[in-house]
């Protein structure tokens, strides 16, 4: 039977209770976001709002003469049938729980998985959600971060940037490189230290590679690469160096030294046949 002094406690739980609740998961999320990460304040905020509300339901539920054994045998008895279905959840609870742990990203992060990339938004107890370089919404388990590869290209403060170059074999490669180092030191997003390389790559079918190497600030990477790119292409067209394309020699070893040519154009029984001297 509820009594006057049962009636106030209740009302006492509801009114003071759940906003102290509140207030202490708020104030221990500021504490822990200057310590850890943001997304491990927040995923502990959450898990005492969680757990205060279940304590204080619990207090209220015995303030009404509720009888809890028979609630909790039922929940008992629901709870055995939904295990099976609640596995992914788990698993995911757990994985989050690791994840918060290890800190391998925080939110406002710019990670990838799989064929997945974007901006972390929240980090929570069953998933992420990041946002695509497309503005589309995409939601990962937990379970999937834990399993795969995550690459997390805000982790640290710069970045290097590799950018690949051709140029022709009638070309010296002194000269190529001199011009390129040039590039990078008057381009405005190449930091000096660590400092950019130029390196050989491979004798190409048409053209010899190079690999450019440059350090940059993570946060100006594709800035960096268009302006590189683009003060590499002015350079190379202000020396006169061509971007060689892939192409084909035709060699003649037949014994009379004519090279025999035949185009067709129109219809297939129609054609023009050239000959050339070799």
Same mark, same amino acid.
């Given at each position: 039977m509820l009594t006057e002094e049962k009636i106030y406690k209740i009302v006492l739980?509801?009114?003071?209770? $759940? +906003?102290?609740?509140?207030?202490?998961? $708020?104030?221990?999320?500021?504490?822990?976001?200057?310590? $850890?990460?943001?997304?491990?304040?927040?995923?502990?905020?959450?898990?005492? /709002?969680?757990? =205060?509300?279940?304590?204080?339901?619990?207090?209220?539920?015995?303030?009404?003469?509720?009888?809890? %054994?028979?609630?909790?045998?039922?929940?008992?008895?629901?709870?055995?049938?939904?295990?099976?279905?609640?596995? %992914?959840? /788990?698993?995911?609870?757990?994985? =989050?729980?690791?994840?918060?742990?290890?800190? +391998?990203?925080? /939110?406002?992060?710019?990670?990838?998985?799989?064929? $997945?990339? =974007? %901006?972390?938004?929240?980090?929570?107890?069953?998933?992420?959600?990041?946002c695509s370089p497309e503005n589309n919404f995409i939601r990962i388990p937990n379970e999937q971060l834990l399993k795969n590869n995550v690459i997390n290209h805000s982790k640290y403060p710069t970045k290097r940037l590799s950018i690949p170059i051709q140029f022709p074999y009638d070309q010296c490669h002194d000269p190529v490189y001199q011009l390129v180092e040039e590039v990078l030191k008057t381009n405005k997003f190449c930091l000096k230290e660590p400092p950019a390389r130029v390196k050989f790559s491979a004798f190409a079918d048409s053209a010899i590679s190079c690999d450019i190497n440059v350090w940059v600030n993570s946060n100006e990477y594709s800035q960096a690469k268009k302006s590189i790119a683009s003060d590499l292409h002015q350079a190379f067209i202000k020396a006169g160096i061509e971007m060689p394309f892939p192409h084909q020699s035709l060699t003649n070893q037949g014994k009379d030294g004519v090279l025999r040519v035949e185009v067709h154009s129109g219809s297939r029984n129609e054609g023009v046949q050239q000959k050339e001297e070799a």
């Open positions: 739980l509801i009114i003071v209770g $759940y +906003p102290l609740l509140f207030a202490a998961a $708020y104030l221990a999320e500021k504490a822990l976001a200057k310590r $850890y990460n943001r997304h491990t304040a927040r995923l502990i905020r959450r898990s005492i /709002v969680f757990i =205060g509300i279940g304590i204080l339901s619990i207090d209220i539920l015995r303030e009404v003469d509720l009888k809890l %054994t028979a609630l909790l045998g039922s929940a008992g008895i629901a709870g055995m049938a939904l295990s099976f279905a609640l596995k %992914t959840s /788990v698993s995911n609870i757990i994985s =989050g729980l690791f994840i918060s742990i290890e800190l +391998p990203f925080a /939110v406002g992060d710019f990670i990838e998985i799989d064929n $997945y990339k =974007g %901006t972390i938004l929240s980090f929570d107890l069953l998933s992420i959600k990041i």
